[in-house]
Each structure stands twice: as structure tokens, then as C-alpha cells.
């Protein structure tokens, strides 16, 4: 539906940018109304925004912003383009962020850049190393290739404009790309090397190196049989250990989800840090407030990743979401009973927002789970 862009100031928090403000509600088409032939206006009147709604996030924010086309030096035919966020889906092999199915994986091919075009990609990415390389993920702001049997690369997703129309959004698009990959070199420069992070064995201006994982969480627990407690408890204090760690260097990791969390040799393994954020090292991390994230944001999202451990149910909860504006904390009858789950005690308390760090909640999982 086509929208009216309101004058108030418009920042998101959680796409850490600001939108072109104008002096005055502006009709704005909406993409689908953008991408007819020729471009029409939707027949609802456009609708009315107010300054943090999610049809003003959808449309008008660089981070949410969707492109149909892919680069011109890849040419991926896809039988349902639904596919790529089909959950039930069987993926190939991961490092961290959206992916393709393999069997459209063997339908990437690389175009022939010898021969000169109006779409040829920036100097720059002509001298691209990973060039050429198999395609094993698509993201909404990066692409994975595969560049041997245990390491994959993460590159910044680049667009090339249709005409001169596009050519100003889509530059602008491959430049917010750019920054977010470099932001996550930062946070894996920050991190160092670390047990319960994904393996970065090299950064660069074209990628970042990491280890090639065997999935993701998400679709480990819907597709392996759930095993005894012990292997949870394992993978639950690993997890609050790594996050208590990421806490203590300054970051927040902000994208908590399933998807992120990648099984490597059995273990659990963080990764895509293209979201989070660098915090200055001399700050407390237990009273810092950046872009409304904070600890307790932190680990509520946590929570819910324990609880979806604890369970052997894939459970997603997003505070940042279209259905909470106001960015309210979710009211304690909204949560499930864990009164009977496997560490529900520590979930309630993520939940509650008692945690007032992931130091408090490491020492309270130790003494609980392991009796130290």
C-alpha cells in the first residue's frame, strides 16, 4: 500500500539510520506500486504514518530495503523465489546468515566480465578474489561463497542499476552493504578469537574468512531427534559463557536469533555480527543504552534462544518488531509456563528482565546446572 512519508524526525533503532526527512506528508509509493509498468499508485489512498511505524521502517529504511535484481555477474534461476525463506527448506552447508538451497546453488553461474557493459560492476570489485567461487548463501545485506571443503567467505551484496533512475538507490544500497561487512570485521577484530565464535581466519575490504559450519540451530532442532538433557545443558552454558565473553569486550550483538547460531563439530558457534554493535571499552555495558538496546534486550532475546534449546522447539521472538512500536517490554503473562522446562528458571528470569548482566546470569547457570 502506497504511504504518506510524515515530516517528524524518523529513526530507527534498530536499522541505525536516519531517512531523507521532508518539509511536509509526502505521498510515497510503496515497492509494489514502484514496480509496476509503468509505476502506479496503489487504489487505497496512501496511508497515514506517524514517525515510528513500520510501514515508514519497511519503506524508507537502507537496512530493510529489497532489490530485486542480483548482480550482473551471477545469474541465479530460481524455480520459487519463496524458496529462499522457506524454513523447511534443506540447506546447504552455512556461516551465519540467509541461504540458498543447494540444488539452486548448482544453478549459479558467473557471466563472462571480459566483455565491457553498461552494469559492469566498480573497478573495484573487478580485483574481487572470491570472484568466480560456488554460491552457498544469499543475505539481505551480504553473500556466502564456499571456498574449499572447511571455509567459506562473506562478501558485502552489490547491485547494479537498471538505468539512471536506479542509479543513486542502488549506490547507496551497495555503500550501507559495504559498511555493515565492515562493521562486522570491526566486531570480529574486537572479539578475537574466542570458543564459542565462528572461526575468522582472515578479513579484507572483499570479505571476511570463516570457518564452514554444518548448519544452523534452527534447522538442527527441526531436524534432528531431540537428545537427552545433558547435551543441552552443555550447549545452554556454552551459549551464556560466549555471550557473557562478547559482553565483557564491548559488544552487542543485537541479531540474537537461531539462524546466527551455527553447530560446528557438535558445538555451538556465534556468528554474524553484521548488526552489532562496537560500544567504547572503558563503558559500563551493564548501563549503556545505544539505539534503545541494552543488556536486558540482550539477554530476553537470549531467553528465548535457552528456551528453544530447553524445549527442542524452534521459538523466534523479535523485541525490535513492527508489533512493538512503542518498544515496550512484553507484559509476563504473554511468555509460556516453563515451570516444567528444563532450565526454566533462568528462562523466566531472562524473560523478567532480572538479569542485570550476562556475568549475573553465567554465575547463576554455573551453580545451578553444575554446582559450582
Not at 511505524?53 to 519503506?59: F, L
Not at 539512471?164 to 555493515?180: L, P
Not at 515451570?339 to 551453580?367: F, H, M
Amino acid at each position: 500500500m502506497c504511504f504518506i512519508e510524515n515530516p517528524a524526525p524518523v529513526y530507527f533503532a534498530k536499522c541505525k539510520y536516519n531517512v531523507n526527512i521532508p518539509e511536509e506528508p509526502t505521498p510515497r509509493m510503496c515497492p509494489q506500486a514502484q514496480r509496476r509498468s509503468p509505476p502506479s499508485w496503489c487504489p487505497d489512498p496512501p496511508k497515514q504514518t506517524s514517525k515510528t511505524s513500520s510501514t515508514n521502517r519497511a519503506h524508507l529504511c537502507p537496512n530493510t530495503f529489497h532489490p530485486v535484481m542480483l548482480p550482473d555477474y551471477l545469474l541465479i534461476t530460481l524455480k520459487n523465489v519463496a524458496e529462499l525463506e522457506n524454513p523447511q527448506a534443506q540447506y546447504s552447508q552455512m556461516t551465519g546468515d540467509s541461504y540458498v538451497a543447494q540444488s539452486q546453488v548448482e544453478q549459479v553461474e558467473r557471466v563472462n566480465m571480459s566483455e565491457p557493459t553498461d552494469n559492469t560492476r566498480p573497478s573495484l570489485l573487478l580485483q574481487d578474489p572470491y570472484v568466480g567461487l560456488p554460491v552457498i548463501g544469499i543475505g539481505m545485506t551480504g553473500m556466502i561463497f564456499q571456498m574449499g571443503q572447511d571455509r567459506a567467505v562473506k562478501t558485502a551484496k552489490q547491485y547494479q542499476p537498471v538505468g539512471s533512475r536506479d542509479r543513486g538507490n542502488m549506490e547507496y544500497i551497495n555503500e550501507v552493504n559495504q559498511q555493515i561487512l565492515e562493521n562486522e570485521i570491526r566486531v570480529f577484530e574486537r572479539l578475537g578469537s574466542y570458543k564459542g565464535i565462528v572461526p575468522c581466519f582472515r578479513t579484507s575490504q572483499y570479505g571476511i574468512e570463516l570457518a564452514l559450519a554444518q548448519g544452523d540451530l534452527e534447522s538442527y532442532l527441526e531436524t534432528h531427534p531431540e537428545p537427552d538433557d545433558a547435551l543441552k545443558i552443555t550447549w545452554i552454558l556454552s551459549l551464556i559463557e560466549t555471550f557473557s565473553y562478547v559482553h565483557s569486550r564491548k559488544v552487542f550483538v543485537d541479531d540474537i536469533a537461531l539462524r546466527n547460531i551455527l553447530i560446528l563439530d557438535e558445538q555451538l558457534k556465534l556468528s554474524d555480527f553484521g548488526q552489532s554493535m562496537l560500544l567504547p571499552l572503558d563503558i559500563d555495558v551493564t548501563s549503556v543504552k545505544e539505539n534503545d538496546l541494552d543488556v536486558r534486550i540482550e539477554i530476553l532475546h537470549l531467553g528465548w534462544i535457552l528456551y528453544s534449546i530447553s524445549s527442542w522447539h524452534v521459538h523466534k521472538y523479535y523485541f525490535f518488531s513492527p508489533e512493538n512500536p512503542d518498544l515496550r517490554w512484553p507484559e509476563s503473562d504473554t511468555f509460556p509456563n516453563v515451570d516444567d522446562v528444563l532450565c526454566g528458571r533462568i528462562i523466566n528470569k531472562c524473560w523478567r528482565g532480572e538479569y542485570p548482566s550476562t556475568d549475573e546470569l553465567k554465575d547463576e547457570a554455573d551453580q545451578l546446572l553444575t554446582g559450582k
